[in-house]
């Protein structure tokens, strides 16, 4: 059933001076914090609420130990899970927790892991967080005492009110479980309370009344000794889930989980982009203005929009992009992924047209076709190989560019991931900020194809019908 958000009691309750106090508390638990914090971001889109951060493309030993080395205490890894399989999932978080051991000896610096996750409850949940556990448990001798789940993110419509996990259409709050998010293919789920969705995900051995919660009552009256007491009682590796329904709600739980592992409690955190930011005691910042985002030397060039996510939102969206006549759209036939070579050569047509259009000035837009493909009998592992093909596809309309655009857009997580990493080979970024609201933008390094170009990852879940139009007409 549909609530109200004032129904739901979306309010923010903290008077100017209890912010203050926050922000106060949590500078001074970040600089207490002695831990590197490690964000493992399952596609790109993680970073939606930071700035000037390090995004690291691969887990190796040198790129790890480049971000252990930082003067920043947080970096991310794009570790793309979201787009492999279970056993391809296992085989990289167990190389992650491997190297992340060896370089933490190395270097002497203790780390912290979250694991950044879809704010609807899409990905490998409890799969990465479980092979992370036991690899660094296995590997260190070190247990994890606890896992935090958090999947707020207010720039996304995201909200847990009673345990229960909202996602916000318009006026209307709708239970998680009754969105299309939770019906994917490869990721779906029943539970919209979150301890139940534990009970479901973790198939019982973690049931719904063993897990802890962190009520707004708890947040809203700052008693981060409560909060801290029931993170210090966690062991086993048991649960807790964060109610939030503003981003002060996460700044207060961030000082208490600070406070927890300054007294040498570790955890697991399980959380939306939201979290992230409390955590590493990052700023705010203006969204990006057009200047800040095209360089003069880039100017007078068409930039590239490639559309690969299936959404409503994404379909509405790329509607609402037509209505500009500066921009050229080219359908890909996603469909011929069933025959053989075929989208291949699809491909190579569609490169052929977008350089010409960016040569003389014109921005380009391609995107997958609008109905996704399905097969009788499908199975979810079958459905996401064929996905990550159709991406591999539209990688390709930016990778096989003979001209350089002025900016690129992605739309959709794995298409976003497969962009930035091998369409454009960046294996460094540096994260610039939001063009809009939950919307990152990468500033490509100087090894890139196209160095120093904006690359705007824009994930498929996000913004209003006119927010990627916004964003475009910002850059052109």
């Known amino acids: 059933m549909n609530e109200k958000i004032a129904d739901a009691g979306i309010v923010l309750s903290y008077s100017q001076g209890m912010k203050d106090k926050i922000d106060s508390d949590l500078r001074d638990a970040s600089n207490q914090n002695k831990r590197k914090i490690v964000v493992l971001d399952d596609d790109p889109t993680g970073i939606q609420t930071v700035h000037d951060v390090s995004v690291y493309t691969d887990w190796s030993e040198d790129s790890l130990t480049r971000g252990f080395t930082e003067k920043r205490n947080l970096f991310f890894v794009l570790t793309n899970s979201r787009s492999f399989t279970a056993d391809q999932t296992r085989r990289a978080h167990t190389e992650i927790a491997e190297n992340l051991i ?51 993110f207010n720039e996304g419509g995201r909200y847990t009110l009673n345990d229960t996990h909202y996602v916000r259409y318009a006026e209307n709050l709708i239970p998680c479980a009754n969105t299309e998010f939770a019906e994917d293919k490869t990721f779906g789920y029943r539970s919209s309370n979150l301890r139940e969705y534990i009970e479901e995900k973790t198939q019982g051995e973690f049931s719904a009344e063993s897990v802890l919660s962190v009520s ?30 503003c981003d002060y709600d996460v700044k207060v739980f961030a000082v208490a989980l600070l406070r927890a592992m300054a007294a040498g409690k570790r955890y697991m955190i399980r959380s939306a982009a939201a979290l992230v930011k409390a ?24 930039g590239i929009i490639v559309v690969g996510s299936h959404t409503d939102k994404t379909t509405k969206q790329l509607e609402e992009l037509r209505k500009l006549n500066n921009i050229n759209f080219i359908e890909m036939d996603s469909d011929l992924v069933l025959k053989p070579g075929r989208l291949n050569e699809e491909c190579k047509r569609i490169v052929k047209e977008e350089d010409t259009l960016i040569r003389a000035g014109r921005t380009v837009c391609v995107s997958t076709k609008r109905k996704e493909l399905t097969l009788k009998d499908d199975t979810p592992e079958q459905a996401l190989i064929r996905s990550v093909e159709i991406s591999e596809a539209i990688q390709n309309c930016v990778g096989k560019l003979s001209s350089v655009p002025s900016f690129v857009v992605a739309k959709g997580g794995i298409t976003s991931s497969d962009v930035g990493t091998k369409a454009l080979g960046v294996k460094k970024a540096e994260v610039m900020g939001q063009i809009m609201p939950g919307v990152p933008v990468w500033k490509t390094d100087k090894e890139s194809r196209f160095p120093r170009i904006p690359y705007i990852i824009f994930p498929g879940n996000v913004g209003t019908d006119s927010t990627l139009r916004e964003a475009v007409e910002k850059l052109i």
């Open 279 to 302: 955590v590493g005691n990052i700023s705010d910042r203006p969204l990006l203005s057009h200047d800040e985002l095209i360089e003069e030397n880039n100017a007078g060039r068409g």
């Open 102 to 152: 060896k370089v933490s000896h190395k270097t002497g610096i203790d780390f912290v892991l979250i694991s950044r996750g879809d704010s609807t409850l899409r990905g490998h949940y409890p799969l990465e967080t479980e092979v992370l556990e036991k690899t660094i448990q296995k590997k260190s001798g070190v247990g994890i005492d606890g896992e935090i789940l958090c999947p707020y």
């Open 216 to 245: 707004l009552y708890l947040l809203r009256t700052m008693d981060y000794d409560a909060i801290c007491g029931m993170l210090m009682g966690l062991n086993g590796f048991n649960k807790i889930i964060v109610n939030a329904t």
